[in-house]
C-alpha cells in the first residue's frame, strides 16, 4: 500500500478510536461549514445503495449511515452532508440521545421524507406494552416524522416482551413499516419466537472482520431474518484500519481496508451502517460496488475471526 493511503487508513482509525470526543470538537467544523449544503453541493436525486428485501417485502438499503454518538450541530450537519452525497438510511436510537438532531439533518438537506429508510430502537428503560408506545412516539416527535422504515428492540433486557407486542401492535396500525431487534442472540431470538406473532425482519448486532458472529449468521439466515452490523469497522479496534490482511487485499483493488471491510459485509448480505464526520470518508464508503472480493481473499477474511466481542464493555 502507497505512503497516501496508509496515512488516510491512519488518520481514519485515530478519528474512529477517538470518535466520542472529537463528535464534539471544533476541530471537523471546516468539513462540515454550510456550503456543504449549497448549490455546489446538491442532493442526489437518487440512490445507487442496492437494496435487500426484507421478510415482508420492505426493501433496505443495503449501506447506511450510523449516528451512535454523533451529538448536537455535529449530528444534523453529518446527517445533512450524508443524504447529499447519496446515503438513504439512516440508524439512530432514543439511547443515543440525538434522535432530534437527525431529524434537524433530514429536514435541513430538503430531501422527501419517502426516499429515506429511518431506524430507531427502543431501550431497555422504556421496556414493556404501554411504556414502548410512549417511547416510540417520542422518537417520531423528536424524528419529525409520523412513521419509521424500521424499529428495535435495543437489547434483550426487560420485558422484551411487551415490547414486542406494542410493536407488533404499530406494525398492523402502518406506524412502522418493519420491527426487529438487536443483540439477540439465536436462544434469545427463539425465546421471543415462542410468544411472536410476527417474525422479527431484523437482527442489528455486533460483526465485523474480527467477530464474525458465525452462529447468528447461520440463525438469521435459516430464518430468514436480515443480519445488520453496528460497528462494521470495530470502530477501529484492534487494528483494523492498519490491519495487513486488508491492506494487501485492498492493494490489489486500488481499495482502503474500510472500502475491503465493506465490501466483505455486502458480499456476505450483511446490512453495515458505518460512521464518519468527514465527508471524504462518507464518499469513499460508498464506494465499494465496483470491485469483488474473490473466493481466496473471502477466505482470508475468514481466518481473521477472533470469535469474540470486541466491545467487552456492551456485552
Not at 481514519?12 to 453541493?41: C, E, G, M, W
Not at 419517502?114 to 417520542?138: C, P, Q, R
Not at 417474525?199 to 445488520?228: C, R, W
Amino acid at each position: 500500500m502507497d505512503t497516501k493511503n496508509q496515512q488516510s487508513q491512519i488518520k481514519r482509525r485515530d478519528f474512529l478510536q477517538k470518535s466520542a470526543v472529537f463528535a464534539t470538537s471544533a476541530i471537523f467544523l471546516p468539513f462540515l461549514n454550510n456550503s456543504a449544503f449549497s448549490a455546489s453541493n446538491p442532493i442526489k436525486s437518487k440512490s445507487s445503495i442496492p437494496t435487500v428485501k426484507l421478510n415482508n417485502g420492505l426493501p433496505m438499503p443495503l449501506l447506511g449511515f450510523g449516528t451512535y454518538s454523533l451529538k448536537d450541530e455535529i449530528c444534523e450537519r453529518s446527517v445533512a452532508e450524508a443524504i447529499s452525497v447519496g446515503y438513504r438510511l439512516f440508524d439512530t436510537a432514543t439511547r443515543y440521545g440525538n434522535e432530534t438532531f437527525v431529524g434537524s439533518g433530514i429536514k435541513k438537506s430538503g430531501i422527501n421524507r419517502e426516499e429515506l429508510f429511518i431506524t430507531s430502537k427502543v431501550w431497555v428503560d422504556d421496556s414493556g406494552y404501554e411504556k414502548t408506545k410512549m417511547a416510540f412516539e417520542t422518537s417520531l416527535k423528536k424524528l419529525g416524522t409520523d412513521y419509521l422504515d424500521l424499529y428495535l428492540i435495543h437489547r434483550p433486557r426487560g420485558d422484551f416482551k411487551g415490547s414486542w407486542r406494542m410493536m407488533e401492535d404499530l406494525y398492523k396500525d402502518g406506524k412502522i413499516k418493519a420491527i426487529g431487534i438487536s443483540n439477540f442472540t439465536p436462544a434469545q431470538y427463539a425465546d421471543l419466537m415462542s410468544v411472536a406473532k410476527i417474525k422479527p425482519a431484523v437482527n442489528q448486532i455486533e460483526t465485523h472482520a474480527f467477530f464474525h458472529e458465525m452462529d447468528s449468521y447461520s440463525d438469521l439466515k435459516k430464518n430468514g431474518v436480515q443480519m445488520e452490523a453496528w460497528a462494521p469497522f470495530a470502530e477501529g479496534r484492534n487494528g483494523l484500519f492498519t490491519n495487513q490482511t486488508l491492506a494487501d487485499i485492498g492493494k490489489k483493488h486500488n481499495k482502503s481496508n474500510a472500502q475491503v471491510s465493506l465490501r466483505w459485509h455486502y458480499q456476505r448480505g450483511v446490512v453495515a451502517i458505518p460512521r464518519t464526520v468527514q465527508r471524504v470518508h462518507m464518499i469513499e464508503n460508498l464506494n465499494i460496488f465496483d470491485f469483488k472480493l474473490s473466493e481466496s481473499e473471502m477466505k482470508a477474511i475468514s481466518a481473521l475471526d477472533l470469535n469474540k466481542s470486541q466491545f467487552p464493555e456492551w456485552t
